[in-house]
C-alpha cells in the first residue's frame, strides 16, 4: 500500500505535484487551501521556524493556484480588480495587490505576475478569484481569456536560499530583484522564478510550468540544498505572524476592508480607471474605518501552538475586538498575535483581556510587525 494512501484522502480535493515528494520527505499532516491539500506538519513547527530564520526551507504552495489572464485587454481587466495602481507595473515585474468587491471587502490579497504586456498571473491566497473573474469578464466588455494554467509553485525560503538558487542557476540568478521574476529552465523544465515568499525572509518562489515534473523538480531542489542544510518545510505560523503578514480567511475575508488593516498605501483613489469598490472605499476613507488591525503581547505560558478559533478581547468588561492569529515566538520569547478592535481602542500601550482556551489572561497593545518592521531582510 502506498504511504500516501494513509492518509484516506479523496479525489474531490486535488493533490500537488509535489505531493508523493513531501510525504516522501516526511510530511505527516495536511491542511485543505484553495481545495489543494497542502502540507502543515514536518514534525516540530519551532525546529520549522528555525530552519527557515538559520538555514532554508522547501515548502509545496501549489495551493497558490494562479488565475492566468491574457489578451488585448489584460491590462485593463486585471486593473479593474484592485485599488493599486498598476499603470507604472513593468513586463517581469510582481506586486503585492488587493481585490475588492463593490463594498470595499477584500477577496484576496495575491501576488500579481506581469509575464508579458498581455499576460498576466494571480497567485492566490485562500478562495475562489478564477470563478470572480471570470464573471466579472462576461460583463466587463473586454477582450480577455481567463484560466487556471498548469503552474504549481514551490518556496524556497530562509538566508541560504540565494546560495541554492546559485546552485541551481547560476551566478546571473543573484540580480534577481525583490519582488521581479524570471523565465529559466532546469534540467528541461520550465520555470518562472521570483524573488517573493509568504516568510518575511529573504526567499523564492519557483512556479513549475509543467505538472508532469513535479518529483524530478523537488528532489533537483533538495539535492543542492543539502549542503547548505536545506530541509523540507511548510509556512511557518511563527515567522509570518512575526513580520505581520495576513492570512487570509483569518486575519482578513470578505468583510475587511484595506484600511481596517492599515493598507491605504495599496488603494490608489486617484486613478482614472474605475476599479470594482472605489467608491465604496472612498467612502471609508472619508469616514475612516470602524475597526483597526493592532499588535498584541499576550501575558500568560506559551502558547503550545497558533489559534484555532478567534479570541475575544475585552475591555472594561465589553468585547471590542477579537484575535484573528497567536502564536509563541520562541525568538522573542513571548506569544505574539494579530488582532481587529474597534478603533477607538486601537491605542499602543493600552491593556487589555484576552479569552484564551485556557481562560482569560492580559495582553497589551503594540506595534505590528514585531520583527524586522522594514523588512530588511526579504529585500536585502
Not at 533537483?220 to 542544510?229: K, L, N, P, Q, S
Not at 487570509?248 to 476592508?257: F, G, R, V
Amino acid at each position: 500500500m502506498n504511504k500516501a494512501d494513509d492518509f484516506g484522502f479523496g479525489t474531490q480535493i486535488r493533490k500537488s505535484p509535489y505531493f508523493d515528494a513531501t510525504v516522501r520527505w516526511g510530511a505527516q499532516g495536511f491542511s485543505v487551501y484553495n481545495h489543494m491539500y497542502i502540507p502543515r506538519d514536518f514534525g516540530d513547527p519551532e525546529q520549522n521556524f528555525w530552519n527557515l530564520v538559520n538555514d532554508a526551507i522547501l515548502c509545496d504552495v501549489a495551493v497558490e493556484r494562479q488565475v492566468e489572464i491574457t489578451g488585448p485587454d489584460a491590462a485593463k481587466f486585471v486593473q479593474m480588480l484592485t485599488p493599486r495602481d498598476l499603470s507604472n507595473m513593468a513586463v517581469g515585474q510582481c506586486k503585492y495587490v488587493l481585490i475588492t468587491n463593490a463594498e470595499g471587502g477584500i477577496l484576496n490579497d495575491p501576488i500579481l505576475l506581469r509575464l508579458a504586456e498581455n499576460h498576466f498571473w494571480i497567485s492566490l491566497a485562500d478562495s475562489d478569484i478564477l470563478l470572480w473573474a471570470q464573471g466579472v469578464a462576461v460583463h466587463s466588455g473586454l477582450d480577455v481569456s481567463i484560466c487556471e494554467p498548469d503552474v504549481s509553485p514551490l518556496q524556497l525560503q530562509g538566508p541560504k536560499s540565494g546560495l541554492i538558487m546559485q546552485e541551481l542557476f547560476g551566478e546571473e540568478i543573484m540580480d534577481l530583484k525583490y519582488y521581479w521574476l524570471r523565465e529559466v529552465e532546469l534540467d528541461g523544465i520550465p520555470l518562472i522564478v521570483s524573488r517573493t515568499g509568504w516568510s518575511s525572509e529573504l526567499g523564492y518562489e519557483i512556479y513549475l510550468r509543467d505538472g508532469s515534473r513535479g518529483d524530478a523538480l523537488w528532489e533537483r531542489i533538495m539535492a543542492a540544498g543539502m549542503e547548505f542544510g536545506l530541509k523540507p518545510g511548510h509556512t511557518s505560523s511563527i515567522r509570518r505572524i512575526e513580520g505581520g503578514m495576513l492570512s487570509y480567511h483569518a486575519d482578513a475575508d470578505i468583510h475587511t476592508n484595506p484600511y481596517e488593516l492599515g493598507l491605504g498605501r495599496l488603494v490608489n483613489l486617484d486613478i482614472e480607471a474605475n476599479f470594482i469598490g472605489k467608491a465604496a472605499l472612498q467612502r471609508i476613507k472619508d469616514q475612516g474605518p470602524a475597526r483597526q488591525q493592532i499588535g498584541l503581547i499576550i501575558d500568560c505560558e506559551p502558547l503550545t501552538g497558533p489559534n484555532t478559533t478567534f479570541w475575544a478581547i475585552n475591555m472594561d468588561g465589553e468585547t471590542i475586538g477579537k484575535v484573528t492569529s497567536a502564536v509563541y515566538s520562541p525568538r522573542l520569547e513571548r506569544n505574539i498575535a494579530l488582532a481587529m478592535v474597534a478603533t477607538e481602542h486601537a491605542n499602543i500601550g493600552a491593556e487589555v483581556e484576552v479569552v484564551t482556551k485556557s481562560g482569560p489572561v492580559r495582553a497589551t497593545i503594540v506595534e505590528r510587525p514585531f520583527y524586522d518592521p522594514k523588512k530588511k531582510i526579504a529585500a536585502a
